[in-house]
């Protein structure tokens, strides 16, 4: 999964492309857990999906996004807009039905 900058995602979006967006910091334990998850998923792409990540610590503004604290956070976006959000990781298979759902 690529390291991006807020920009980056922007720019993303302004061209309409798909992506899974995680949300991260350095020292979140389950940010981590989470990491062999998204890396299957992005193996397995079934949605035609950009996958990236940004580090909160680095671009904190991104919290403003969420509205929240609580970490990791993914997201959905099509067609230029959020299409969903999830907060924490629950295994793959959580993960997997949150993106299924965001693009139904």
């Known amino acids: 999964m690529e390291e991006w900058k807020p920009d980056q995602l922007k720019?993303?979006?302004d061209n309409?492309?798909?992506v899974f967006l995680k949300l991260w910091k350095r020292g979140?334990?389950?940010c981590k857990l989470s990491n062999s998850a998204t890396d299957r998923m992005e193996k397995n792409n079934t949605h035609g999906?950009?996958?990236a990540k940004i580090n909160v610590d680095d671009h904190p503004e991104m919290l403003d996004l969420?509205?929240?604290g609580s970490l990791?956070?993914?997201f959905v976006f099509a067609d230029k807009e959020k299409k969903g959000m999830?907060?924490?990781f629950k295994g793959?298979?959580?993960l997997q039905e949150f993106v299924d759902e965001s693009l139904s």
């Open 92 to 94: 793959l298979e959580k």
């Open 49 to 51: 999906l950009t996958f």
């Open 72 to 74: 990791p956070l993914f």
């Open 86 to 88: 999830y907060t924490g």
């Open 28 to 30: 979140c334990g389950i």
């Open 16 to 18: 309409g492309d798909k």
């Open 66 to 68: 969420a509205g929240t």
């Open 11 to 13: 720019q993303s979006l």
